[in-house]
């Protein structure tokens, strides 16, 4: 019943951006948490960042002070904003909705392809 859906991602040269966004089909109060997670070819999915109900976010190591998670109560809509973008950012990126009791849910993910 609950659907999440990613957009926003492409090909882009290093050193440029994307803002990629989570559309929920219900209100993004009803989860714990929000997040993305990556995963790049041959590699484990990964998460990238964490947005709490309070709006504490948490980020990877590795793209702290590049990328900013937020929200849009609004629009029942989470997004990345992904700066200064390396090579190694190319993945699937994959957004997260964290319900403690009734269990996660994912969206189908969005390729975000940065090249050299």
């Known amino acids: 019943q609950v659907q999440l859906v990613e957009s926003g991602g492409g090909l882009v040269q290093a050193g440029g951006s994307l803002r990629l966004s989570c559309a929920a089909s219900i209100s993004i109060f009803s989860f714990d948490s929000m997040g993305w997670y990556r995963q790049a070819p041959g590699k484990q999915r990964e998460l990238v960042a964490l947005?709490?109900?309070?709006?504490?976010?948490n980020y990877a190591d590795s793209v702290k002070g590049r990328f900013t998670i937020s929200r849009d109560y609004a629009e029942n809509t989470v997004y990345l904003q992904l700066n200064s973008l390396k090579p190694e950012d190319t993945a699937v990126y994959y957004c997260?909705?964290?319900?403690?009791?009734?269990?996660?849910?994912w969206g189908q993910g969005t390729q975000v392809t940065v090249s050299s």
């Open positions: 947005i709490s109900k309070s709006g504490s976010a």
């Open positions: 997260n909705a964290g319900r403690n009791w009734l269990g996660d849910v």
